[in-house]
């Protein structure tokens, strides 16, 4: 039996069509998402392709000349000229046509907002406002841009695979041959950094099938039921340890300095507005349908469920004992696709956790088998904060010394404090105080083990 096949029983894994996952490519499309959306909505795409060919930079890029200013200017302002065009028809009734649709709203939504001045107000126009809010109402995800804009609807085959395979089906797209459609900056750093999650998507696949096979025999329970669910955490050991080898891989083609400058001031959030800015939605209190949003945090490899469904099934708890706020990763399921976050609550409600089965089966293999895939999701975690400290946290340091030094330049009595040192501290994409957030979910996957 493939994944793919419908719900057999209460305790199956959840997978199949209607939860958007497919056995050949999990989360992510098994083909290539559309790549432009219909003629009547051809003046979104149209303005996109502007913008990315104006090679725009952000307001507070410290090299941008006036002229740099004045050419985002006059994109904003035909972007301020365009229609509200209509969020209807055969854009409503064909996800694929609604998930391109936040796409280009939500690349056009952000290039405007981090194109602006520093010293002016946030004030999102009326012809991307209220079609980005109405797209993202129907998706049920927020109106910004989230790591399904940039990862799982957002790449294709580098070159057109040879053939269809045997049986006439679609074959996955193979690690080596992805690319993005979309970025802000047309640089390889960039796509890199998107690809990078998605040969993690494309490669957790076999964690969920191996997730499937697990949840099968523990519905059996057996003696022979727990040979097999040891062997399969050994075997999902490995797969994670190769996740982590992927994440690694992402420095050999995406340069933390290019990254920190060039792509990440794109990604901002309102959370993360150097200036405490508010997003204003201009003409959202006309619509009756329509309603402000609440939480607008940028898109974050967080929002990636195959992590998600790692911790579930292993039995990693983000909740803080301590506090009433939701943990980071449970706000995250918000700004996943609608269907993947209904799969994850499906898993999570799961009569019989794999936790407390390996806590009453008592057997030390399989004890040992368990422990084994936790600590490689730990060792995963491990190399992530390597990975942020090498592209945010050192770039971020170096950035506030340089800009300490030219302070000190300008009135030698002036102590400007570096982010992350003693001011505030730095902050993730998604809005969180990265380095103790970071450790914390660390530390939570390593206190998952069974001793
Ligand atoms: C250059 C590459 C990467 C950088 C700089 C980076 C940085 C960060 C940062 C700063 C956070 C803090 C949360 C936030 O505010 O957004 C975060 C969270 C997270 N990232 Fe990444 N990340 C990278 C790649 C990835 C990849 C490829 C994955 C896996 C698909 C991933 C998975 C996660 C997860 C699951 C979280 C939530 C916290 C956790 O589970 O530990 N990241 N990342």
Not at 101 to 112: A, K, M, R, S
Request: net charge negative; aromatic share 8%.
């Amino acid at each position: 039996m493939t994944i793919d096949s419908s719900i057999h029983q209460e305790n199956a894994i959840p997978v199949g069509q209607v939860f958007d996952v497919d056995s050949r490519t999990g989360f992510m499309p098994p083909q290539p998402p559309i790549r432009r959306l219909p003629a009547t909505w051809e003046e979104w795409e149209a303005m996109l392709d502007a913008a990315i060919a104006g090679g725009f930079k952000c307001g507070d890029a410290a090299d941008l000349t006036e002229e740099d200013a004045e050419r985002s200017e006059s994109w904003r302002a035909q972007v301020r000229k365009m229609p509200v065009l209509p969020v209807n028809g055969a854009l409503t009734s064909c996800p694929l046509l609604l998930r391109r649709g936040h796409l280009v709203l939500t690349f056009l939504l952000h290039y405007y907002v981090q194109t602006l001045p520093v010293d002016v107000s946030i004030l999102i126009p009326r012809s991307i406002a209220i079609p980005v809010l109405r797209v993202s109402n129907v998706l049920d995800i927020p109106p910004l841009l989230t790591f399904s804009d940039t990862v799982l609807y957002n790449w294709d085959h580098k070159t057109a695979p040879s053939s269809a395979n045997p049986d006439g089906g679609v074959e996955a797209p193979q690690l080596d041959n992805l690319r993005s459609q979309t970025t802000f900056s047309g640089l390889a750093d960039e796509e890199e950094f998107y690809l990078c999650s998605a040969r993690i998507e494309l490669r957790g696949v076999e964690a969920l099938e191996l997730m499937r096979q697990t949840m099968d025999e523990m519905f059996v329970g057996d003696e022979i039921a727990v040979r097999r669910i040891s062997a399969y955490l050994k075997t999902m050991a490995s797969v994670i340890n190769e996740l982590k080898t992927l994440l690694l891989d992402v420095r050999k083609q995406c340069d933390p300095e290019r990254y920190y400058s060039l792509v990440r001031p794109w990604f901002r959030g309102e959370d993360s507005d150097l200036k405490k800015r508010k997003w204003v939605f201009e003409g959202v209190e006309d619509e009756q349908d329509l309603s402000p949003p609440r939480e607008l945090s940028g898109p974050s490899a967080g929002q990636s469920s195959i992590v998600h469904v790692l911790d579930v099934f292993l039995g990693v708890d983000h909740q803080s004992k301590n506090s009433d706020k939701p943990s980071f990763m449970s706000r995250m399921l918000t700004y996943m696709p609608r269907n993947h976050r209904l799969f994850l609550k499906h898993l999570s409600a799961n009569p019989r956790p794999l936790r407390s089965f390996i806590v009453s089966a008592q057997d030390e293999e399989l004890l040992d088998s368990y422990n084994k895939a936790v600590l490689a999701l730990k060792e995963f975690r491990d190399a992530h904060m390597i990975i942020a400290t090498l592209y945010i946290i050192g770039p971020a340091r170096r950035a506030a010394r340089v800009a300490m030094a030219g302070a000190a330049q300008i009135d030698s009595g002036a102590e400007p404090t570096p982010p992350g040192k003693a001011g505030e501290p730095l902050k993730g994409t998604g809005g969180t105080d990265l380095v103790k957030f970071l450790k914390d979910t660390r530390n939570r996957t390593g206190a998952t083990m069974i001793s």
